[in-house]
C-alpha cells in the first residue's frame, strides 16, 4: 500500500494513539475503558503512514511528488 498520510497528520495519529493507550492504563477502574484499545487503530496507521480509510474514499494528506 502507498503512503497516503501526510507528516502533521501522522504526528497527531501517534499523539492521539499514545494518549488513549495510556489512558487505558491510567484509568483501570473505568467501567469502559476498554474503549479507549481504539488508539491502538490511530498509532498504527500513523506508524505505518497508511489509512485505510482514505485509499478507500481516494483521499491523501501526503504531498505527491511529481
Known amino acids: 500500500m502507498s503512503h497516503n498520510v501526510g507528516s502533521i497528520d ?3 495519529r501517534v499523539v492521539v494513539g499514545l494518549a488513549l493507550i495510556v489512558g ?3 484509568f483501570p477502574d473505568a467501567s469502559l475503558r476498554w474503549l479507549l484499545l481504539i488508539g ?3 498509532l ?3 506508524l505505518m ?3 485505510p480509510l482514505y ?3 481516494g483521499f491523501s494528506t501526503c504531498p505527491l511528488k511529481k
Open 10 to 12: 501522522r504526528i497527531l
Open 24 to 26: 487505558f492504563f491510567l
Open 40 to 42: 491502538i487503530v490511530p
Open 44 to 46: 498504527a496507521t500513523g
Open 49 to 51: 503512514g497508511t489509512c
Open 55 to 57: 485509499s478507500i474514499f
